[in-house]
């Protein structure tokens, strides 16, 4: 309970600064994504309804006690990372590709993570392969939570010291999602045994 408390914060950070600002729909919110609005729009409308989808359905007792509103979120969750697929992996090939190759690349890398851990648990639970479907959700929400994550990890001034975006930024979205989902992993098989 303590950790799911502590990443509703910390994601609500993230949602109230970085990414609720975009629907004033004022240019100078979106500066040089001004162009790629409605992309950003939906890449961060994807990106909030799965975030915000995520904790509910890892949730027991309501997951058991109301299993159609779950099967209802999960469509929804999915249909929101397709969206926020689509949108990204068009970002990732226009302004992100106008800022540095490497950084559209780990964009795009972190995009096609998204959309197949989605698409392994929707897979798995099609095959009526709950514990496969549970660990796959579990990977899809790390994956879901990464640009949270990197939006931190871009802010300190540790990291801010090593270079600048172009130097640092593809790293840091690697980091965001490669290294949590590697934990997540040792975390999984840890459990069977």
Do not use: C
Request: proline fraction near 3%; charged fraction near 15%; charge should be positive.
């Amino acid at each position: 309970m303590a950790l799911w408390v502590f990443l509703i914060a910390f994601a609500g950070k993230f949602v109230i600064k970085d990414a609720l600002p975009y629907f004033g729909f004022q240019e100078e919110i979106f500066g040089r994504f001004w162009s790629y609005k409605w992309s950003l729009i939906g890449h961060v409308s994807g990106g909030l309804l799965a975030l915000a989808i995520g904790p509910f359905q890892f949730w027991k007792a309501l997951r058991n006690k109301y299993l159609t509103m779950h099967r209802w979120l999960g469509r929804i969750y999915l249909t929101a990372i397709l969206v926020g697929t689509i949108s990204s992996t068009y970002l990732a090939w226009t302004s992100a590709l106008a800022i540095h190759w490497t950084w559209a690349l780990a964009l795009q890398g972190l995009a096609f993570a998204w959309i197949i851990t989605a698409t392994m648990a929707y897979v798995a639970v099609r095959r009526k392969r709950i514990q496969q479907h549970r660990e796959w959700m579990i990977r899809s929400y790390v994956v879901t939570f990464a640009f949270v994550l990197f939006r931190f990890l871009n802010e300190l001034p540790a990291l801010r010291a090593l270079g600048n975006f172009v130097e640092r930024g593809p790293t840091e979205i690697w980091i965001s999602w490669t290294i949590p989902l590697l934990i997540t992993e040792v975390l999984i098989s840890w459990k069977k045994k």
